[in-house]
């Protein structure tokens, strides 16, 4: 079992940038596919970015390439979010989540990952 804990989100005008990180506690998530996914206002949650148990490979959402940067430091457990030009449309709540079948690909399905946190408020004003 995993526990996931995001923080770092707020609130930011447009343009600016945030980071995005998450640990995990009880066991360790080196050796596992993570991602980020978000759910806006009155929207379902949608994938953001994803990335391999060894951070080689990192797959994102069109509307965030180029923009967003998915990393991992598995020495110490936990995942990044860079997010950068941000946009009013980012609004969401940002979650984090962790595959737990041992190196699975990274992926975009959010019913591949199987432990989940409990999300961190960014909010994007104009």
């Known amino acids: 079992q995993v526990q996931l804990a995001e923080s770092g989100g707020g609130l930011v005008q447009a343009g600016g940038s945030l980071m995005l990180s998450c640990v995990g506690t009880g066991r360790t998530t080196s050796n596992y596919a993570m991602g980020w996914f978000r759910q806006g206002p009155g929207k379902e949650r949608e994938f953001v970015a994803a990335?391999?148990?060894?951070?080689?490979?990192?797959y994102y959402a069109d509307s965030v390439k180029g923009r967003f940067t998915i990393s991992r430091d598995n020495a110490k457990n936990l995942v990044y979010l860079q997010m950068n030009s941000l946009k009013p449309e980012d609004t969401a709540v940002y979650y984090c989540?962790?595959?737990?079948?041992?190196?699975?690909?990274?992926?975009?399905?959010?019913?591949?990952?199987?432990?989940w946190g409990q999300g961190a408020q960014v909010t994007v004003s104009l």
């Open positions: 989540a962790a595959k737990d079948t041992l190196y699975a690909a990274a992926s975009r399905w959010s019913y591949e990952y199987a432990y």
């Open positions: 990335i391999s148990s060894g951070g080689s490979g990192t």
